[in-house]
């Protein structure tokens, strides 16, 4: 085969050149580096009423339902919204970042009481490949006891500073997610009931109840966080909803 290369050698570039393209690069790299900055910012929510913390309110109080939905509220309530959560989804934590706070005073205050629905799709993604499943059978022990605050400061702190990495090598133990409950105030029985994983079976059926909810709610689509006020959706990149909902 012939060798078609021209006979042409090119001029080394001046250092003045050399410079100039130098300088170029640079500039493409910032430009590149702020517009990542950009994008990944466009990713987080505003923290509304930061400082408030969890729910406080004594008369705030957990219910666990038959079909594994969490109620939170006090019992005078005006109005109650449907959340559906996994506990591994960080999507969902971001969103309990953002308006965690915001909804716990709403509840104090008697404007709103929350229904959790939880799923399990994302177990999967876990280390252990039940996280999502072992954390609703936790969440569910601490409602069962009946104490709004502690359920409220447990559930944020799952959902928050505990929350496992999506697809990661690890996550949280039985005995890890019952320190966290303990110490979040949940009683002694509560803190047994999540070391044994005495509600890892029931969580298993609550899960497939909460994800076809969910599938009539969301066109056949299992998706979280998804926040309803009846059957409507809610958006959360409208930093008003919380309130819109709640009506003040």
């Known amino acids: 085969m012939s060798d ?51 729910v406080h309110n004594a008369a705030v109080v957990s219910v666990l339902g038959a ?12 109005k109650t919204i449907d959340i559906f959560e996994d506990p591994l989804c960080p999507a969902c934590a971001m969103v309990e ?19 959790y629905h939880y799923v399990n799709f994302l177990d999967k993604q876990s ?10 059978a936790a969440v569910e022990c601490v409602a069962a006891a009946g104490s709004g605050p502690v359920y409220s400061q447990f559930q944020h702190t ?7 990495k999506e697809g990661g090598d690890s996550d949280l133990t039985n005995q890890q997610l019952a320190d966290i409950a303990r110490e979040s105030g949940a009683p002694a029985d509560a803190v047994q009931c999540v070391v044994s ?3 890892v079976e029931a969580a298993k059926a609550n899960a497939k109840i909460a994800s076809d909810a969910l ?3 969301n066109d056949g689509k299992v998706a979280t966080p998804s926040v309803f006020d009846g059957t409507n959706r809610q ?13 003040a």
Do not use: C
Request: glycine share 10%; charged share 20%.
């Open 4 to 54: 078609s290369r021209p006979n042409y050698t090119p001029r080394p570039m001046s250092s003045a050149t050399t410079y100039a393209l130098g300088a170029l690069a640079l500039v493409v790299v910032v430009a590149i580096a702020i517009v990542a900055v950009r994008n990944g910012r466009q990713d987080e929510l505003p923290v509304r009423n930061d400082g408030y913390g969890a």
């Open 67 to 78: 079909d594994g939905t969490i109620l939170l509220g006090r019992p005078d309530a005006a």
């Open 97 to 115: 970042r953002a308006y965690g706070q915001e909804l716990a005073q709403r509840v104090d205050d008697g404007k709103l009481a929350i229904r």
């Open 127 to 136: 280390g252990s490949g039940d996280y999502s499943t072992r954390a609703i």
């Open 158 to 164: 799952l959902f928050t500073s505990k929350q496992p």
């Open 197 to 199: 994983g005495a509600k």
């Open 215 to 217: 599938k009539v709610l």
């Open 235 to 247: 958006d959360m990149n409208n930093h008003n909803w919380v309130a819109e909902v709640a009506g």
